[in-house]
C-alpha cells in the first residue's frame, strides 16, 4: 500500500486554489505548482516500491500527468493530496500488469509522416469553437508543465523540437550529441508524455 501525504489545512485550500486555477484559467504557474508540491513526495514512494531511479521518475511524471490532465474528475470533498496518491497507486498498479505481460504501450500521439519520422500534433485548428480553443489552450499549458519536469537531457530537446519547431539536423548542431542518441531520447520523452496526453488526442 501506498503511504499518504498529510496536508495541513493551508496547504489543503493552497491546492484547492491550484486546482481552480490550473482547471478554470488554464495556469501554467498552478500546473507547476501542484507538480513541484507531490513530485517529491510521490518520487520517493516510487523508488521505494520499484527500487529503479529511472523508473520512478517516470512513474512519479506519469502519475502526476494524469492526474492533472483530470483534474475535472476531482472533487473538493477529498483531500488533494489523497486523489493524487490514489492516481499514483493506481498507475503503479497499471505499471505493473504491463511489466507482468512483458508489453509495451503503444500510442496514437505520434503519426509517421513519408519519411518515418514522427510528428507532434497541433492543439489549435481553425475549425475550433472558442471553448474547445481554450480546452486546447490549456491542454498545452499542461504539456508545457509536464516537459518542465522531465530531466535535462529529456527536456532540452522535447523543448528545442517541438516548441522551437528545429529540425532534427538543427538539434544535432546546437548541441553536438549523435543522430541516434537525440532520436532515442526523444523517443523515450515522447512515449512518456503520451500516456497522459493520449486520452486528449480524439478531440483533436
Known sequence: MYTKFKASPERLQRDHNLVRQACEEGSQQAYSDLLNAYKGPIYVTMLRLTRSADEAEELTIEALGKALS???LYSTDHAF???????????????????RLD?????????????GETQWPSFS??????????IKNQRQELLRALVAQLK?????????????E?????????????EGTVK?????????????????MKNI
Open 125 to 134: 485548428s481553425q475549425t475550433d469553437t472558442p471553448e474547445e480553443h481554450v
Open 70 to 72: 483530470s483534474l475535472h
Open 152 to 164: 535535462p537531457q529529456y527536456r532540452d530537446l522535447v523543448e528545442m523540437r517541438y516548441f522551437d
Open 166 to 178: 528545429l529540425s532534427l539536423e538543427e538539434i544535432i548542431a546546437r548541441t553536438g550529441l549523435p
Open 103 to 115: 508489453t509495451v504501450a503503444m500510442s496514437d500521439l505520434c503519426a509517421a509522416n513519408s519519411t
Open 184 to 200: 532515442a531520447r526523444l523517443f523515450r520523452a515522447r512515449n512518456l508524455l503520451a500516456q497522459v496526453l493520449q486520452p486528449y
Open 81 to 99: 493530496s489523497t486523489w493524487v496518491y490514489t492516481v499514483a497507486w493506481n498507475n503503479y498498479m497499471d505499471h505493473l500488469r504491463r511489466k
